[in-house]
């Protein structure tokens, strides 16, 4: 088992690559590592790297990179998914930060890109936009949930945190409620990408920098039920469904297994579960009692 520790950045066809430029550093405050015209790669200004941007003809998530234990064998790595008949492919510099990396597909076809060492950005103390903490978690719509459970599960080593019915999969890699999360739909792609801001201060202000940028929210401020982060939703200039969140569900002791207390939470302890189907999406905020379009 390859056992992912984080997150690492998300990579992205753009057909207006200086439009998406100007929204990730002056909207979502993240910071221009590298650009040369026809590839961009943007880090947090705590100099972890999250987006990354190429010139193309549609607006769609191509690959996802993953950080396994630093020092940990590439070789290992590739060995395990062998075992498992999966290939494999070495390659050098896929980012600014990542020398070498294992890339394979998953079972809906986007490109894993797994790198045991990282090398962090140059810290930038410059102020504008959201500023994230860091790319909290990437969702998306594919039509066979219990196969890319059992993928994340058995060759990248995530847990199942929650089921809402038997249609929707909340999985985490590390102490945070979701990582990954898999909804069934018909047609598959992206559904939404989100990002962790400091506080619900934070985002107040995330709300006012979208407002001044004429970038209008499609869902929230909310609690949502499961995971019970707060969030605000936009969609970018390629329509792409952008979260930001804070106080997420964290698990910070695996052998514990239940998530940190909090008082908004409907159980004590409360635990990894199945939510009813019919479960509502968030606890207040706009949508709380009823459907958000395009969300399950």
Partial sequence: MIQVK????????????????????????????????????????????????????DAEMHRLSFQIAPGRDL??????LTAKGIASERRTDISPGVREAVTFLDPKGTLIEVYSEYEFQKRDKSEGGVSPLKFGHVASRVQDVQKMTEFYQEVLGFRVSDWMGDHF????????????????????????????????????????VLAKNEVQLVWGPLRHIVGHNVAAYHRNPDDLRVECFCEMDLMKDEELGYWEPRPWHE???????????????SAWGFGSFGTFPGYP
């Fill in 75 to 80: 070789s290992e790595i590739e060995r395990s």
């Fill in 169 to 208: 999969v909340f999985m985490r890699c590390g102490p945070d409620h979701h990582t990954v999360n898999f909804v069934r739909y018909e047609t598959p792609r992206l559904h939404h990408i989100a990002f962790e801001v400091k506080d619900w201060g934070e985002i107040h202000r995330t709300c006012e």
């Fill in 267 to 281: 159980e004590m302890p409360l635990r990894p579960k199945k939510w009813p189907k019919e479960t509502m999406r």
């Fill in 6 to 57: 984080r997150l690492g950045h998300a990579t992205f066809s753009t057909p207006d690559l200086a439009r998406q430029i100007d929204y990730w550093t002056h909207v979502m405050g993240l910071s221009l590592v590298e650009s040369d015209g026809k590839r961009a790669f943007f880090a947090t200004k705590l100099g972890q790297e999250a987006i990354a941007l190429e010139q193309g003809g």
